[in-house]
């Protein structure tokens, strides 16, 4: 296996693991010592985006997962030869680079799902990397599965791409829509000098 191959197939593993290690010690840091709910999709129905693209993920990360340790997996899906695949590993970090970033740009803020309510720890968050973008969480995922297209292109990462940009904007005008109605001119004022994307 060359150096190319072990940053293919190892690379998005290892991503993976540092980005779920990341998002679970943020997850008890402000649970445990500022005692705030972060998770506010827990405790209510999720949506149907949220719903599909909690399947996408898992989906995805399982298959980027298990590619180095079952032999055929890619034939099965269909993934075509890439000779540029490695390149994607790159853009991938650089995704999840953009999403950690702009979690700790967030500071108390951070939610996972649109909590019931304004919280005393939110505020409109527009410094940062949220100065060229009103999701760049959401850019950060979008690059890093755009990067999973270039690891392995076939069937599987092009339809996590797709549903992904789909569903990510139902998502995010939801997210408008509270954020909207907590914070009025505020996040209007925001919303006409920054981009939803980029």
Excluded at 59 to 75: E, K, N, S, T
Excluded at 101 to 121: F, H
Excluded at 162 to 191: C, M, N
């Amino acid at each position: 296996m060359s150096n190319y191959d072990l940053i293919t197939y190892y690379g998005p593993l290892v991503l993976i693991a540092l980005a779920l290690a990341w998002g679970f010690a943020r997850i008890m840091y402000l649970s445990c010592a500022e005692d705030i709910t972060v998770l506010a999709v827990v405790g209510r129905k999720r949506t149907g985006p949220e719903a599909v693209l909690a399947l996408v993920a898992i989906v995805l990360d399982l298959y980027l997962v298990a590619r180095p340790f079952v032999p055929g997996l890619d034939r099965l899906v269909m993934t075509a030869p890439n000779a540029y695949a490695h390149y994607g590993v790159a853009v991938m970090a650089l995704g999840i680079g953009i999403a950690v970033l702009s979690q700790v740009d967030m500071g108390k803020a951070w939610r996972i799902g649109i909590p019931s309510g304004i919280e005393a720890s939110q505020s409109l968050v527009t410094g940062g990397l949220y100065r060229f973008s009103r999701n760049p969480i959401y850019v950060g995922i979008m690059l890093f599965i755009v990067g999973a297209v270039i690891v392995a292109p076939g069937p599987l990462t092009i339809l996590s791409l797709l549903l992904t940009g789909v569903f990510t904007t139902k998502i995010i005008e939801a997210e408008e829509a509270f954020l909207h109605g907590a914070f009025g001119a505020e996040f209007d004022a925001y919303r006409q000098c920054t981009r939803r994307w980029l």
